[in-house]
């Protein structure tokens, strides 16, 4: 198919940036010096690893001992290594115009005549002659830099209760391949939740901002994303090796893409390619697969309804019967009836759960998702276009029963098919 083969493309990429990641640092060709930078980020794999074209990224803070300057020490640039780390080219700094110093050993220095008024840049030294110096930047009068952030409208749950937004988690990247790095936020609702606590969350959204606040799109993950910290993770790289960073993450259907001009006004709001087999199955975007106390009910009737022909009890991996899982007296015919099966739910329900622990309360067992389609999706990390959407695996499932828990004294279905965790390497 040809989602599938953009995918694996993709996924080569991520995979080959991987392994030539244990390259040493000598001669890497990745990032170079200033007015050197390559069109497209790409350069021959018998050179190195491919690294990311970043420009110098000084920085200038003044403190109550001068200016405070840092920057960056390039791919191209590093030289080797000594017991005191990483060796590189020397540097020259200039304020305002004029050479005040040369550094051969770090790639910082503390200017004690500088103010908030000064101007810097900053030139390599290569093989004793000097390069390019950075663009020019002023000395900041404080050590941060507030980014201007938008903030998403709060809302209600299904079960009436109100949330707002916070900035939680963020990852940085070249997005438009200029040099200089983008920001990507995360906002979490106020009733985030851990994967273990029941209760329905809000939206999240994933934002991708410039230095200045400009907001390039904003991702809404939709109803059956669920929010908390183990929910969502965003991938931020250059994946296929084009200059510009892509942003990659698990998305469900209603998940859809805004973006903005620069003013900040929407231009488009999209859903997320859907797989064709899930349309021809009838998944669409306005589907809700949160889980109220009344469905989790009817789902456990499901499942003990099918006990004799789950996998587990086919293999003789699970009892049986659920009363000798249970550890009661045998009081039916198998295959359950519906109401044998819901005589069976209301008793691990009311009491058996509750006798292995009092915060057992799966009566209130709501907001989870316990099944539905989830994908991955790469997109532009600059226009916020769709590169592609693939199925996500594993699948989803009541967990709560895969791996035990339903034997333990804290019974807490879904728990762990939602812990995720991902990064580049």
């Known amino acids: 198919m040809r989602h599938s083969r953009r995918a694996r493309r993709l996924a080569t990429a991520a995979l080959a940036s991987l392994l030539t990641a244990t390259t040493l640092l000598g001669g890497a060709p990745g990032a170079v010096a200033d007015g050197e930078r390559p069109g497209n980020g790409r350069h021959g794999r018998d050179r190195g690893p491919e690294l990311e074209a970043l420009d110098r990224g000084l920085v200038a803070v003044a403190s109550g001992e001068g200016v405070f300057l840092s920057w960056r020490l390039l791919g191209s640039e590093a030289t080797g290594y000594s017991e005191s780390g990483l060796t590189g080219v020397d540097f020259r700094v200039y304020r305002d115009g004029e050479p005040i110093a040369t550094v051969t050993d770090s790639t910082n220095f503390l200017d004690s005549a500088g103010t908030t008024d ?72 106020s009733n985030s939740k851990d994967v273990s606590q029941v209760g329905y969350t809000g939206n999240v959204y994933l934002d991708t901002y410039e230095l200045d606040g400009t907001l390039l799109h904003r991702v809404d993950l939709g109803v059956n994303v669920r929010a908390g910290a183990h929910y969502t993770q965003f991938l931020v790289y250059d994946f296929d090796g084009n200059g510009r960073a892509e942003i990659m993450f698990k998305t469900a259907p209603g998940t859809t893409i805004t973006r903005y001009n620069p003013q900040g006004r929407p231009t488009s709001t999209r859903p997320i390619t859907l797989p064709r087999d899930d349309v021809r199955a009838g998944i669409r975007h306005t589907d809700d697969y949160r889980l109220s106390a009344e469905d989790y009910y009817h789902h456990l009737v499901d499942t003990f309804q099918g006990w004799s022909d789950h996998p587990e009890v086919q293999a003789g991996n699970w009892p049986a019967t659920l009363e000798e899982a249970f550890g009661i007296d045998p009081t039916h015919t198998y295959p359950l009836t519906r109401a044998d099966a819901q005589e069976l739910a209301d008793y691990f329900i009311d009491e058996y759960a509750p006798a292995r622990s009092e915060r057992n309360q799966l009566r209130a067992f709501e907001g989870f998702i316990l099944d539905g389609p989830e994908y991955l999706t790469v997109i532009d990390g600059h226009s916020g276009r769709e590169r592609d959407t693939v199925r996500y695996w594993p699948d989803r499932d009541d967990d709560g029963l895969l791996w035990g828990d339903y034997a333990m004294p804290r019974i807490e279905p879904g728990n762990r098919v939602d812990r995720f965790l991902a990064t580049v390497a």
């Open 118 to 189: 000064s101007s810097y840049r900053v030139a390599a030294i290569v093989d004793g002659r000097e390069r390019r110096a950075s663009e020019a930047v002023k000395a900041a009068g404080e050590g941060f830099h507030e980014i201007p952030l938008r903030r998403p409208e709060g809302g209600v749950t299904p079960a009436g209760e109100e949330y707002t937004y916070s900035a939680n988690d963020m990852s940085v990247g070249d997005v438009n391949g200029d040099g200089a790095y983008e920001f990507v936020v995360k906002w979490d609702p």
